[in-house]
């Protein structure tokens, strides 16, 4: 600042002292614990003894294979089995982005009380995370909960004998039903208000236009509305990959315990386990450090490749 004068030295005061509590904030509590958390990365520590240096031994175990009985496996398959069942709960995605947009395009109508369909489908969203869990626990219940009541009473009205589902206790039913749950939150949420937020910025003259060319519903969608919001779709489409990647902890924990047989277990909930349960806090900081190479990697490309998708109306 000493090349600045007068009223432009406090002005430059000012503005240092306004950003320096977020900067400060920042700094405690992200870059230092980041920063930490890379160290750890490099130790071998249950926090009850002094840390061990191991340099890359984590990362090896980590990510690394040997040979047994003829055949070569990984020296960690629960790590690998976590990566995996994190990226089937992936599989959603596409569908959740598609019908938020389906339903930010039924909100965005002119419609008489659209203000309390629009609060009554976000409030998912806001609402607390342990109770929706609860509340899902409770309709996917084997012996009381609603959707095995509800099919047991349409068997009984079809004369069609419906056993129950054991929604969160089988292997092959688990996932699934964490996916449904997530549908639903995500239904309603950030998703639809970008998305409406992208709808109502779209020039009202290009419809007309199109109107005019004699262009139907769905030429209309796909030549202005589909390619005005296509910056939306990116950017929700990016922000819900690195979500996939960090998320699962919460349904894990309350409605599932990670069971059955690991099927829930997500890669954030194993980090969870490590650091938590198991006190392998170096390990735990190896496996987060791995999530965040894959899901900057991930990003990278998305916005290096992605961003050629992007496009602008016909009209």
Not at 3 to 13: D, F, N, P, S, T
Not at 28 to 46: E, G, K, N, R
Not at 156 to 164: C, E, N, Q, T
Not at 289 to 304: A, Q
């Amino acid at each position: 600042m000493r090349g600045l004068k007068g009223g432009r030295r406090e002005e430059a005061i000012a503005g240092y002292l306004f950003i320096m509590p977020n900067f400060l904030g920042f700094m405690i509590f992200t870059l230092v614990p980041v920063a930490f958390s890379l160290i750890l990365s490099f130790v071998s520590w249950d926090m009850l003894s002094s840390p061990k240096f191991v340099g890359l031994v984590n990362f090896q175990n980590l990510l690394g294979f040997h040979r047994e009985a003829g055949k070569i496996v990984f020296n960690d398959p629960l790590f690998w089995q976590c990566f995996g069942n994190t990226l089937f709960l992936m599989i959603i995605i596409p569908i959740e982005i598609m019908a938020s947009l389906l339903l930010a395009l039924a909100m965005n109508q002119k419609v008489k009380f659209m203000n309390i369909f629009r609060t009554a489908f976000f409030l998912p969203t806001i609402t607390n995370g342990v109770a929706i869990c609860l509340l899902w626990a409770w309709i996917y219940n084997y012996d009381f909960g609603l959707l095995n009541s509800m099919l047991t009473k349409a068997g009984a009205f079809l004369s069609v004998p419906i056993k129950r589902v054991p929604w969160l206790t089988s292997v092959a039913w688990a996932k699934p039903s964490l996916m449904m749950m997530g549908l639903w939150i995500m239904l309603g949420g950030y998703n639809m208000i970008l998305f409406m937020a992208a709808l109502q910025g779209v020039p009202r003259e290009l419809y007309e236009a199109a109107e005019i060319d004699g262009a139907g519903p769905w030429h209309r969608f796909w030549n202005i509305t589909w390619p005005m919001i296509s910056p939306t779709t990116f950017f929700v489409a990016v922000m819900a990959v690195i979500g996939g990647f960090q998320g699962g902890f919460m349904q894990a924990y309350i409605m599932t315990g990670g069971g059955p047989g690991r099927s829930t277990t997500t890669l954030e909930y194993l980090i969870y386990n490590h650091l938590y349960s198991w006190q392998h806090v170096g390990y735990a900081a190896s496996i987060a450090w791995f999530v965040f190479i894959v899901v900057f990697v991930i990003t990278v490309i998305n916005w290096r490749f992605g961003g050629k998708l992007v496009q602008y109306s016909h009209y």
